[in-house]
């Protein structure tokens, strides 16, 4: 039941900005985009998160269209280790609070 | 500072056999989280609690699945009894906070297989 939409794997060289896509058409108005990944065989890791804003921090810049049904994050220099699963994840509200559904995710590969 | 421990990394056990995990989320953190990550299924949420209170176990999958966490620095996902269907990578992640918004922080997983 994931509400976001992620190609399944992308390439990058070394040193390139990584531009990685995520289609969320049915986001509703007060819910945000969160970005994780996971690298190989760890537990995913934060890295960025939006409403509507752009937001940048020092991993990655979050670009959010303005009328909210995608996103894209950048990591500005892609290096090896960066190659991991990104997922975009769009936090569902539920009646106690919220929670984050991850899907499939995109398979960044950082190549020299 | 520590992040998230999780015990033991790597277990192997027989089918019809109880299997307990167990998580030490980062101190001071109020929310944990138990998740299983199959290539079939992905990463699939388990059970949140808030502080110490399980909030939504709708996705513990059946009875032989159960959670504790009887302190705010230490939690167990016990399986009795296991079954093949049950290997996976469990992790345990933590975050400050009620809700699921806020940032969670993963531990490095523990690996099981059932034979």
């Known amino acids: 039941d994931a509400k976001t939409t992620q190609p399944p794997s992308m390439d990058c060289a070394e040193g390139r900005a990584a531009n990685l896509p995520c289609n969320h058409s049915t986001i509703s108005g007060n819910e945000y985009v969160y970005w994780y990944r996971q690298i190989h065989s760890q537990g995913p890791q934060y890295i960025i998160h939006?409403?509507?804003n752009n937001e940048t921090n020092e991993m990655a810049s979050l670009i959010i269209t303005e009328d909210r049904k995608s996103s894209t994050l950048i990591l500005p220099h892609a290096t090896l280790r960066d190659t991991a699963v990104y997922y975009c994840?769009?936090?569902?509200?539920?009646?106690?609070?919220?929670?984050?559904?991850f899907g499939a995710g995109t398979i960044l590969r950082v190549k020299s | 500072d520590a992040g998230v421990i999780q015990s033991p990394r790597h277990e192997v056990t027989e089918m019809g056999q109880e299997v307990t995990l167990r998580c030490k989320p980062i101190s001071g953190h109020n929310s944990l989280f138990w998740y299983r990550q199959t290539m079939m299924r992905g990463l699939e949420l388990l059970i949140y609690?808030?502080?110490?209170?399980?909030?939504?176990d709708s996705g513990m999958p059946e009875d032989r699945f159960s959670a504790k966490m009887p302190n705010a620095s230490f939690s167990t996902l016990k399986i009795q009894p296991s079954e093949p269907r049950d290997s996976a990578v469990y992790f345990c992640?933590?975050?400050?906070?009620?809700?699921?918004?806020?940032?969670?922080?993963f531990g490095p997983g523990t690996r099981l297989l059932v034979l």
């Open positions: 992640a933590s975050s400050l906070g009620r809700g699921m918004a806020e940032t969670q922080y």
């Open positions: 609690f808030n502080n110490n209170v399980p909030i939504d």
């Open positions: 939006g409403l509507k």
């Open positions: 994840i769009v936090r569902v509200d539920m009646e106690y609070g919220n929670k984050l559904v």
